[in-house]
């Protein structure tokens, strides 16, 4: 047994509230599996093998929808679901009290799975085959827009909930210090309702109107506009809990300490302020936005990079703290004291391996006209699957190895089949990443189908090949990974009387309570991210709207 | 108020200077690729009608002009699901092509392969970027963003010609 048990939980959740958290994980794991399975089937294709045509029995019609499906289940509800409920965990665990108004978390709750239920019958018949970017003037069933709005504001009456627990428990503790793994699920709390501020401009102003005919036309850059000022700190959304795991409670599963408390609570105030004013650079290539704002918007988004690179440090520090005093030595050799053996680290270590190639391949996204070797090839997909698919979904299945247990108060099944399934999907994914690295280098285009395209060239057809047999690789390793989830969650063994896996919260190496005060003050950080998204975005905001032209009446896709 | 400063351990306090300093020199690069080097993206160019634009000059008579012969031309591109308008077209080796792309219907992408013309071809508005064809032969455009289920079809070729007027 490889995961921690200990007899004194520091703060055992209620029975509802562990149900209530354990409610998210089973939607957010049902999602990834429905959502995974068309992965391994768009990376077939690719390799010449091309297996939709023997879906349309199940009534998928074609391999734009079976995409729409694996990108809405996997980047938005997967994401979406796992996020909320672990950040209850985080909130209740952290602060030591129960939430404040459960009805209100509840509200949210079930708001967002009315939300996904609305989206994902549409999506199911065929009749919202947009892809998860949705681009007008495509235009979906209008209940794929209602039912996007309410996962949204579901999660944003979640966020309300955590806000009315924590000031509850500020009003009785003065001045005492946000607990670093509370603060940082508020941050990544308000940063998402900072963000999807676009979005819900866009659906609400522009999409949902013209869906029900109440206007001709809509602007597809402007409805762009809207919806990448939401796009990238949606990726910092989806990473940000996985920080909270990496700073927060990482160290102490590897029995050492997170380095600097302080340095950690900079990097997620300094990603409140920076995620969201950078959106243009996913609009490098788009016509009509004047090429100094996308210079502008480049280097915010290389400003962003800032707090990553402190991440970096930070963590691997905190790493080989802990390495060290469990025997490790040597320059490097430490690495190997690590626990490799607990699933749980395992999972998040590979994340993190990962994800530097997600970092320096962010880099090239984000330069300006580097962009325009890449844009819109496969080198895009081959990207995000080592952020959201590697640093995001890995360190996830990886938190989910203790979760699963904390929750219900049962051993977790086969470590070693758990660790089969990381490494599977680890290697799976470098091949696949690589592959798609490179074949968008040389210019094959994403979201193809390139079994039909004309122009395929034969130097393309080996990474191709690699492209299927990485994807498959990946695909088998995450189900089996999942499998152990499931087994866990759903087995009748339960751990002895009296045993009980924690939450593991790291101890920081200095005092938390001696942490400068500006770090724990909301006002100063509010204002500078609102002063930097008006300046980023006031004026281009101002002239899209005011000349806003939408000519663009509905296609169905 | 000593015991609140902010604690940085030297090795770190060498990274966060590192990594600025990087950030610095990337910004600067590309800095000095697009406005002194000229390797410019899309900017705001025109605004059109997607509704109408097939039907006015110079839409409604797409295809190639040429500004100085052997040297300067520019090509007007319709995308429609699922083709270009026109889908192939003769330069000289050594021309240089400005490219306008606009589209009549949904969102497209253009990409002329092996240069970096790469760009979102959106309804109501005109992007445009300009390349030189230094080696003959044939180089296709693509479309790159999801706009249907014929979208893999979409493409054409820029056959780029010697001077005696061979591919």
Known sequence: MTIATTTSPVYPLTKEDRRFVGLHLVIAFSALVIGSLFGPLQALEHAGLDLYPSLERFGIQSYYQGLTLHGVLNALIWTTFFITGFLTLVVIRGLQRPLALPWLNRLGFWMMVVGLVAAAIPILLNKATVLYTFYPPMEANTWFYVGLTLVVVGSWIEGWGFYVTYWRWRKEHGTTRTPFIVLAALITMVLWQIATLGVAAEILGLLLPWSIGLADGVDP???????????????????????????????KQVDGKLF??????????????????????????????????????SI??????????????????????????????????WIKALPWKNPSVTAQLLAGILFVFGGIGGLANASYNVNLVLHNTAWVPGHFHLTVGSAVTLSFVGIAFWLVPHLTRKPLWSPKTALVGVWTYFVGMLIFSNAMH?????????????????????????????????????????????????VTAFRSTRLPEGEYVDVPVA??????????????????????????????????????????????????? | MTTEELHVDP???????????????????????????????????????????????PWSNPGVRELVPGE???????????????????????????????????????K??????????????????????????????????????????????????????NA
């Open chain 1, 221 to 251: 850059l402007l409805s762009r506009t809207f919806f990448w000022f939401t796009g990238h700190p949606l990726v910092y959304f989806w990473l940000l809990p996985a920080y909270v795991s990496w700073y927060g409670m990482l160290p």
């Open chain 1, 260 to 297: 600097s408390n302080s340095l950690a609570r900079l990097a997620f105030w300094l990603f409140l302020i920076l995620s969201t004013p950078l959106g243009f650079h996913h609009q490098f290539v788009d016509p009509g936005i004047p090429s100094g704002w996308k210079y502008i918007h």
């Open chain 1, 300 to 333: 915010l988004t290389f400003s962003v990079f800032f707090p990553s690179l402190l991440t970096f440090f930070t963590v691997i520090a905190s790493l080989e703290y802990g390495a060290r005093k469990r025997g490790g030595t040597g320059r490097l050799a």
């Open chain 1, 438 to 486: 490179t074949v968008g280098l040389l210019g094959a285009p994403r979201r193809t189908t390139l079994g039909l395209a004309p122009y395929v060239p034969p130097e393309w057809t080996g990474h191709l090949w690699r492209v299927g047999f990485g994807g498959t690789l990946m695909w088998i390793g995450l189900m089996t990974a999942v499998v152990v989830v499931a």
């Open chain 1, 507 to 557: 101890e920081s190496i200095d005092d938390e309570q001696q942490v400068p005060v500006w770090l724990d003050r909301w006002m100063p950080w509010l204002v500078g991210a609102a002063v930097l998204i008006i300046l980023a975005y006031g004026p281009q905001l101002i002239d899209k709207i005011g000349g806003m032209a939408p000519t663009s009446p509905p296609f169905t896709p």
């Open chain 2, 11 to 57: 090795a770190e306090r060498n990274w966060i200077v590192a990594s600025i300093m990087l950030l610095v020199v990337f910004g600067v690069a590309v800095a000095i690729a697009g406005f002194m080097l000229g390797i410019q993206v899309p900017t705001e160019e025109q605004r059109v009608d997607p509704r109408t634009v097939a039907q006015e000059a």
């Open chain 2, 72 to 110: 300067e031309y520019e090509v007007y591109i319709l995308a429609s699901r699922f083709s270009f308008v026109p889908n192939t077209f003769e330069v000289p080796v050594g021309a240089r092509v400005t490219f306008y792309v606009t589209s009549t219907d949904v969102q497209h992408g253009f």
């Open chain 2, 112 to 165: 002329l392969q092996d240069t970096n013309v790469n760009f979102m071809a959106l309804p109501g508005q005109v992007s445009k970027l300009t390349t030189t064809f230094e080696e003959p032969g044939t180089y296709s455009y693509i479309c790159t963003e999801y706009c249907g289920l014929g979208h893999a079809v979409m493409a054409g070729s820029v056959t780029v010609t010697e001077p005696g007027g």
